[in-house]
DNA sequence: AACATTAATCGTAATATTGCAATAAACAAA
DNA sequence: TTTGTTTATTGCAATATTACGATTAATGTT
């Protein structure tokens, strides 16, 4: 079926996967990065500088938007995009808990 | 087409995508979860504490002992599932790389 | 050997994601 | 107003993911 019954788990879990799914397409990783290198970006910049389609890098835009982590400021016919430093910050510390989970000093692991 | 043309893009941007993408189901998320807080844990175990089949746990695991993130080790008829802690910590780092990105202290952004 | 237990695999249906051509929308400039 | 520029949206086709019943495989138990 293929459908995520999302009430199963708890919404810690729900919000990692959320975050972590965005970050799973190496184009939503390179526009981040991107956008962290030029500090704000055209979508038309990050149509030429990656090689997809207009449409398509729009959509993972769209994406990124939606989650909060960018935000788009138009200027006249074109949409200026930069990291929303904020929701960024906040999303690494739900990201860094589940990556510091600590390992168990006792290596009694099978 | 959905096709992923994974030579666009950098290895480093690929990896990332990649580890982002096994943390990208609240499944897996809960499965590893489990493993950091008991240390040691059968398949079994894990059908019942997370409400999915036994073939689609099975498949999970599948996932994230590909990646190298688990290691399974078989017990009688049952098998021992654990975090590979070498290999999760060199996850770590490169998910921590790309989390860390500097923001320009400059907010001119849009 | 016969049976039980546990996990992996197969096959398949349902759903989600990705990519892009075509088009629309919004705005600026002539 | 017409034209050009830039981005968003729509509508698909291709592909990938998810879930699970049925089965198989591997091992332990009687």
Same sequence: chains 1, 2.
């Avoid at 459908?3 to 981040?32: C, W, Y």
């Amino acid at each position: 079926m293929g459908l995520a019954k999302s009430e199963m788990f708890t919404d810690a879990q729900n919000e990692i996967a959320l975050f972590a799914k965005v970050f799973g397409h190496p184009a939503r990783v390179a526009i981040l990065q991107q956008l962290f290198k030029i500090d704000a970006c055209y979508c038309g910049d990050l149509v030429s500088e990656i090689g997809l389609a207009q449409p398509t890098i729009s959509q993972h835009l769209k994406e990124l938007k939606h989650l909060g982590l960018i935000k788009g400021n138009v200027e006249g016919t074109s949409v200026c995009y930069c990291i929303n430093t904020e929701n960024w910050t906040k999303m690494k510390a739900t990201m860094l808990q589940f990556l510091n989970q600590d390992i168990s000093e006792k290596d009694n692991c099978c």
